[in-house]
C-alpha cells in the first residue's frame, strides 16, 4: 500500500522528469536553430535568415516556462540536498540554453547584410565551427538527461578542439583582410559569427559544470584547457612586413 510520502515523492519525480524533458526540448531547439543559421549562410537567404532570428522568441518563451516551473517546485515542494541542485542546476541550465539560442540567432543576423555582399571563401568555414559546437550541446545534453556526470566532464575538455578550430579561422580571417581591404567587411561579419560560435561552446561547458554539480554535488576541481589564442600576438603573415 501505498503511503502519502510515497506520493509526494513519485510525485516530486514525476515534475523533475517533465522538467528534464523540457529543458532537452529546449536546448534541441536552440541547437536546430544553428544549424538553420549555418544554412541560410551557405544559401546567402536573407528572408530564411530573418525567420531563424524570429524564431529565436520560442526560445525564450521556454526559457520563462521554465523558470516559472522551478520557483513553483521550490515553492511547492521545499526540496533538499540532491534534489535541491536538481532544480538549480535546471534554471542555470536554461539560462545558458537561452543564450545559445541567442548566439544562434546573432549568427543570422549577421547573415543578412553578408548575403547583400560579394561572396568570400572564409564563409565556407563557419560550417565547420559550427558543427563542433553542434556537437557539443548535444553531448552535453546527453549528458544532462542521463544525469552521467563523467559524459560531462568530457564534454567540458572537448571544448578545447572548438576553442583551437575559433583560433585557426579568426587567423584565416585576418589573412584574408589584410590581403585585400575589399575583404574586410564581409569578413568582420564572419568573424563576430564564428566569435557567436565560440560563445556557444562557453555556454556548453557551464552546462557541463552544472551537471557534474548537479550528480556529484561537488565543482569541478580543475582548470579547463582554453585553447582561444586570438588575443594573443599574432604570428606575422608570409609576405607581410612586421610593423
Not at 533538499?80 to 545559445?100: H, K, Q, T, W, Y
Not at 544525469?147 to 572537448?158: G, K, L
Not at 565543482?219 to 606575422?236: A, F, G, V, Y
Request: net charge negative.
Amino acid at each position: 500500500m501505498s503511503t502519502s510520502k510515497d506520493h509526494i515523492i513519485k510525485s516530486y519525480d514525476d515534475e523533475l522528469e517533465r522538467l528534464t524533458g523540457e529543458l532537452v526540448r529546449m536546448g534541441e531547439l536552440s541547437v536546430r536553430q544553428l544549424e538553420a543559421a549555418i544554412d541560410v549562410v551557405e544559401r546567402r537567404d536573407e528572408r530564411a535568415a530573418r525567420r531563424v532570428v524570429d524564431n529565436d522568441d520560442a526560445i525564450d518563451q521556454l526559457e520563462q516556462e521554465i523558470s516559472h516551473d522551478v520557483v513553483r517546485l521550490l515553492a511547492l515542494r521545499a526540496p533538499m540536498a540532491g534534489d535541491l541542485r536538481n532544480v538549480f542546476a535546471a534554471l542555470r541550465i536554461a539560462a545558458d540554453i537561452e543564450r545559445i539560442g541567442d548566439y544562434a540567432a546573432n549568427v543570422a543576423k549577421r547573415a543578412i547584410p553578408l548575403s547583400m555582399l560579394a561572396p568570400v571563401a572564409p564563409a565556407n568555414g563557419l560550417a565547420t565551427l559550427a558543427a563542433l559546437a553542434v556537437d557539443e550541446v548535444r553531448e552535453v545534453l546527453r549528458a544532462y538527461r542521463n544525469r552521467d556526470a563523467e559524459h560531462a566532464r568530457q564534454v567540458w575538455e572537448s571544448d578545447a578542439r572548438l576553442d583551437e578550430a575559433w583560433t585557426g579561422y579568426f587567423r584565416q580571417l585576418l589573412t584574408y583582410m589584410m590581403e585585400d581591404p575589399r575583404n574586410i567587411t564581409p569578413c568582420t561579419h564572419l568573424l563576430f559569427m564564428a566569435k557567436n560560435i565560440e560563445r556557444i561552446g562557453d555556454h556548453a561547458t557551464n552546462i557541463a559544470e552544472n551537471v557534474w554539480f548537479q550528480v556529484t554535488g561537488e565543482q569541478l576541481d580543475k582548470q579547463r584547457n582554453k585553447r582561444d589564442l586570438t588575443s594573443e600576438p599574432q604570428p606575422p603573415i608570409p609576405g607581410k612586413p612586421r610593423t
